[in-house]
């Protein structure tokens, strides 16, 4: 059907049509409108006879003002306050050296010896301790050996009693008397030099303490008065900034006064010179006005012409464009038509390839799985559709599952020996599970399988492995279930 509208459709529309579109591009505008349109586009206004004066005026060069204006007025104690704003306080350097002396330099009576003795260092240390107490020491031993001892020996000898029992207890007596009274001696100074030692100690902290603070105190109130030096320096230099403002203030005020003045007069003597300028003005506008009123009807009547002309154009070109449509309208069943047929067979098209591809993937997976667990269970080899996964050369798959398929696989790693990794086995979850060649522990011939260990299928398969007598185990069947 489109071909033969395509060869003998109705084109007399369409011929009508571009006729219409040619008549309007050879036609021209309306002769009447354009010549009015001319006259008015080559017709001239003349000069405004007041341009030449509001110029002038405008560029400043009007009447000049009568009088004298001092525009250049200077206040006498302008200058001198406009040194106020950096005056400086001449003890604010002195004040700022002592402030930076006192915050780099400490107290020369805060010695190493004060620091130390402050510390404890010193505890202890008595250079003259040791030789003291020895000195004390021999005094005791002295009297010992030279009075005590000779004098109970003189007296022993006299009774008779030399190497009696009497004459040894008064001798050991003696000696004892004397050990202790070293001994206390040592003792007695030791602890005397200590306390002494803890009270400098004590002491010197307390003036080291004492010193530093006056250290700070001194730096504290040094830059306190710089502070108050800075301060009442800005406050003098605030003040004679405000001064020389206000100074400058009244001066301008002044020279804004004179200038107002100057401008008063000058706008008055121009007022009058403009007042008759716009008069002039104004009688030439309503001249212009006039002459305007008289061309807008003028053109009105030219406008209303094209006016008319553009909307017989309009006609002629809706006419045209409505052909063009009726014609292609022509096309619109044969078209409509060709779209649902496409839509229909691309539709039957998709819908039984869904099917096929559905009976065949619902037929063989089934097969499949049941075909490589099988397989596996003999001892052949795993394999989808393409790759095999692993090799069994022992004969024997997963541990001897084939003899207990449908029921239990003891793949506890307890009660397995290792002997080698020999592939891998997927799952339909993504996963795939190491097989390996191993023994059991408690065979004596060590006979050597093929197949999975029970942890490792539980972290990827838990459904496929339980717990039997305190043994991982798998379940053979839901194994089979996993299986990729």
């Given at each position: 059907?489109a071909?033969?509208?395509?060869?003998?459709?109705?084109?007399?529309?369409?011929?009508?049509?571009?006729?219409?579109?040619?008549?309007?591009?050879?036609?021209?505008?309306?002769?009447?409108?354009?010549?009015?349109?001319?006259?008015?586009?080559?017709?001239?206004?003349?000069?405004?006879?007041?341009?030449?004066?509001?110029?002038?005026?405008?560029?400043?060069?009007?009447?000049?003002?009568?009088?004298?204006?001092?525009?250049?007025?200077?206040?006498?104690?302008?200058?001198?306050?406009?040194g106020y704003?950096?005056?400086?306080?001449?003890?604010?350097?002195?004040?700022?050296?002592?402030?930076?002396?006192?915050?780099?330099?400490?107290?020369?009576?805060i010695?190493?010896?004060?620091?130390?003795?402050?510390?404890?260092?010193?505890?202890?240390?008595?250079?003259?301790?040791?030789?003291?107490?020895?000195?004390?020491?021999?005094?005791?031993?002295?009297?010992?050996?030279?009075?005590?001892?000779?004098?109970?020996?003189?007296?022993?000898?006299?009774?008779?009693?030399?190497?009696?029992?009497?004459?040894?207890?008064?001798?050991?007596?003696?000696?004892?008397?004397?050990?202790?009274?070293?001994?206390?001696?040592?003792?007695?100074?030791?602890?005397?030099?200590?306390?002494?030692?803890?009270?400098?100690?004590?002491n010197?902290?307390?003036?080291?303490?004492?010193?530093?603070?006056?250290?700070?105190?001194?730096?504290?109130?040094?830059?306190?008065?710089?502070?108050?030096?800075?301060?009442?320096?800005?406050?003098?230099?605030?003040?004679?900034?405000?001064?020389?403002?206000?100074?400058?203030?009244?001066?301008?005020?002044?020279?804004?006064?004179?200038?107002?003045?100057?401008?008063?007069?000058?706008?008055?003597?121009?007022?009058?010179?403009?007042?008759?300028?716009?008069?002039?003005?104004?009688?030439?506008?309503?001249?212009?006005?006039?002459?305007?009123?008289?061309?807008?009807?003028?053109?009105?009547?030219?406008?209303?012409?094209?006016?008319?002309?553009?909307?017989?154009?309009?006609?002629?070109?809706?006419?045209?464009?409505?052909?063009?449509?009726?014609?292609?309208?022509?096309?619109?069943?044969?078209q409509?038509?060709?779209?649902?047929?496409?839509?229909?067979?691309?539709?039957?098209?998709?819908l039984?390839?869904?099917?096929?591809?559905?009976?065949?993937?619902?037929?063989?997976?089934?097969?499949?799985?049941?075909?490589?667990?099988?397989?596996?269970?003999?001892?052949?080899?795993?394999?989808?559709?393409?790759?095999?996964?692993?090799s069994?050369t022992?004969?024997?798959?997963l541990?001897?599952?084939?003899?207990?398929?449908?029921?239990?696989?003891?793949?506890?790693?307890?009660?397995?020996?290792?002997?080698?990794?020999?592939?891998?086995?997927?799952?339909?979850?993504?996963?795939k599970?190491?097989?390996?060649?191993?023994?059991?522990t408690?065979?004596?011939d060590?006979?050597?399988?093929?197949?999975?260990?029970?942890?490792?299928?539980?972290?990827?398969?838990?459904?496929?492995?339980?717990d039997?007598?305190?043994?991982?185990?798998?379940?053979?069947?839901?194994?089979?279930?996993?299986?990729?």
């Amino acid at each position: 059907m489109a071909e033969q509208l395509a060869r003998s459709g109705n084109t007399a529309v369409l011929s009508s049509g571009s006729n219409a579109v040619n008549n309007i591009l050879n036609s021209g505008i309306n002769s009447t409108a354009a010549n009015t349109l001319s006259s008015l586009q080559s017709g001239t206004l003349g000069t405004n006879p007041t341009n030449s004066f509001a110029t002038s005026v405008m560029n400043g060069s009007g009447s000049s003002a009568p009088g004298t204006y001092n525009l250049n007025y200077t206040n006498p104690a302008l200058s001198q306050a406009s040194g106020y704003g950096n005056y400086t306080n001449s003890a604010a350097g002195l004040q700022s050296a002592q402030a930076q002396q006192l915050a780099n330099s400490s107290n020369p009576a805060i010695s190493s010896y004060l620091q130390q003795t402050a510390s404890g260092a010193n505890i202890g240390n008595n250079p003259y301790l040791e030789a003291n107490i020895a000195a004390q020491q021999a005094n005791i031993a002295d009297t010992l050996k030279n009075v005590t001892n000779p004098g109970i020996d003189s007296t022993a000898a006299s009774l008779g009693r030399m190497g009696s029992g009497a004459y040894a207890s008064q001798r050991n007596s003696a000696d004892t008397t004397a050990a202790k009274a070293m001994s206390d001696v040592a003792v007695n100074a030791l602890t005397s030099q200590y306390n002494s030692d803890l009270a400098a100690q004590q002491n010197a902290a307390s003036l080291y303490g004492n010193l530093a603070n006056q250290d700070v105190t001194n730096q504290l109130n040094a830059n306190q008065q710089l502070a108050s030096t800075d301060a009442q320096q800005q406050q003098l230099r605030q003040a004679g900034t405000s001064l020389y403002g206000s100074l400058a203030d009244s001066q301008n005020a002044a020279q804004l006064a004179n200038s107002n003045a100057a401008n008063a007069q000058y706008n008055t003597n121009n007022q009058y010179a403009l007042q008759g300028a716009n008069l002039l003005s104004n009688n030439y506008a309503q001249s212009i006005q006039d002459m305007l009123g008289l061309n807008s009807q003028k053109l009105n009547a030219a406008n209303s012409q094209i006016s008319a002309d553009n909307a017989l154009a309009g006609n002629q070109l809706s006419a045209a464009s409505q052909a063009a449509t009726q014609y292609q309208n022509q096309y619109l069943p044969s078209q409509a038509l060709s779209g649902v047929g496409t839509a229909q067979d691309n539709y039957n098209s998709t819908l039984l390839q869904s099917q096929v591809d559905a009976w065949n993937s619902a037929q063989q997976q089934p097969l499949q799985n049941l075909a490589n667990f099988a397989n596996l269970l003999n001892g052949g080899n795993y394999s989808n559709t393409t790759t095999p996964v692993y090799s069994n050369t022992t004969g024997q798959v997963l541990g001897g599952l084939s003899s207990l398929a449908g029921l239990f696989a003891l793949c506890d790693i307890r009660e397995k020996i290792i002997h080698a990794l020999v592939g891998y086995m997927p799952l339909l979850n993504g996963e795939k599970i190491a097989i390996y060649q191993f023994s059991y522990t408690g065979d004596p011939d060590q006979i050597v399988w093929t197949g999975p260990i029970a942890q490792e299928v539980e972290e990827k398969a838990n459904a496929a492995v339980i717990d039997i007598a305190d043994r991982k185990v798998i379940d053979v069947e839901a194994f089979m279930k996993e299986a990729a």
